[in-house]
Nanobody, 116 residues
Framework: QVQLVESGGGLVQAGDSLRLSCAAS????????MGWFRQAPGKEREFVAR????????YYADSVKGRFTISRDNAKNTVYLQMNSLKPEDTAVYYC?????????WGQGTQVTVSS
């Protein structure tokens, strides 16, 4: 089995920064990619960012491009999401996801609240 544990959420003001972390444990010997989704109240879960595990590429939603940066530490099986210039519309529960051997795994989510 695979466990994903997120951390780093919180309450901040517009314009502030936060860094989310997600550590994968368990059967992680074949990570294909890791990433982040988010879900705001009353809305569908949406893609935020993704990073493949073996190539230097990153993918972002248009809404966060230029403000958020995804990175990884392969040795620690950890993915990070640096969020700068946060806006109230970034308020959501942020979920870490990992694709491992063709299966998708999800973390429990961490709340990010941005006040105006």
């Amino acid at each position: 089995q695979v466990q994903l544990v997120e951390s780093g959420g919180g309450l901040v003001q517009a314009g502030d920064s936060l860094r989310l972390s997600c550590a994968a444990s368990g059967r992680t010997f074949s990570i294909n990619s890791m990433g982040w989704f988010r879900q705001a109240p009353g809305k569908e879960r949406e893609f935020v960012a993704r990073i493949p595990w073996s190539v230097r590429l990153t993918y972002y939603a248009d809404s966060v491009k230029g403000r958020f940066t995804i990175s990884r530490d392969n040795a620690k099986n950890t993915v990070y999401l640096q969020m700068n210039s946060l806006k109230p519309e970034d308020t959501a529960v942020y979920y870490c996801t990992a694709r491992i051997s063709g299966n998708d795994y999800w973390g429990q989510g961490t709340q990010v609240t941005v006040s105006s």
